[in-house]
C-alpha cells in the first residue's frame, strides 16, 4: 500500500475542498429552484404548527420568513400567552415570548447562514425549533 506524506494529505484535502461543493450542487447547477416556497410543519401536541416562507434567488436562501400559529391558526405574537388580551400568568407569558423571540433568531440564523444545520435550538423554545426544522424541510423538497 503506498504512503502519502504531508504534501500528498495536502493536495488532497485543497483538492477535495475545491471540488466539493462542485459535486454537492450538482456541477454548477443550483441546489434549488428559484422562487417563494412555503412549508408546514406537523402539528404539535396542542394543534400548533410552525410555517416557514422561503426566498431563493440563485439556488440559495435569500429571505425565510417564519411563524408558529395557535391550533384556531392564530400567529403566536406579542399576545402569545395572554389570557384575553391580560397577562394572567406572568411566567406562561414570558415562556410563551420566548418561543416568540425563538421563531425570529430561526429565521435570521438561517438566512445568515444559509444552512438550516447550523441553526441552534434556543433552550426552552425547542418545540418551535423542531417546527421550523420540519417546515424548512418541507419547503425546500418543494424546491426541488
Given at each position: 500500500m503506498k504512503k502519502f506524506g504531508v504534501l500528498g494529505v495536502l493536495r488532497a484535502a485543497v483538492l477535495l475542498?475545491?471540488?466539493?461543493?462542485v459535486?454537492?450542487?450538482g456541477c454548477g447547477k443550483a441546489a434549488h429552484k428559484d422562487g417563494i416556497?412555503?412549508?408546514?410543519?406537523?402539528?404539535d401536541d396542542t394543534g400548533a404548527?410552525?410555517?416557514?416562507?422561503?426566498?431563493?434567488?440563485?439556488?440559495?436562501?435569500r429571505d425565510c420568513v417564519f411563524v408558529t400559529r395557535q391550533k384556531d391558526g392564530t400567529v403566536?405574537?406579542?399576545?402569545?400567552?395572554?389570557?384575553n388580551g391580560e397577562i394572567s400568568n406572568r411566567d406562561f407569558y414570558d415562556k410563551a415570548q420566548l418561543a416568540v423571540e425563538a421563531m425570529k433568531k430561526y429565521a435570521a440564523e438561517y438566512r445568515k447562514a444559509g444552512n438550516v444545520n447550523d441553526v441552534e435550538a434556543v433552550s426552552g423554545a425547542t418545540i418551535a425549533y423542531d417546527q421550523f426544522l420540519e417546515?424548512?424541510?418541507?419547503?425546500?423538497?418543494?424546491?426541488?
Open positions: 475542498a475545491v471540488l466539493l461543493p459535486l454537492l450542487t416556497y412555503t412549508g408546514q410543519s406537523g402539528e404548527w410552525g410555517e416557514v416562507t422561503l426566498t431563493i434567488e440563485g439556488g440559495e436562501v403566536k405574537d406579542e399576545n402569545y400567552g395572554k389570557v417546515a424548512v424541510e418541507r419547503a425546500l423538497e418543494k424546491a426541488k
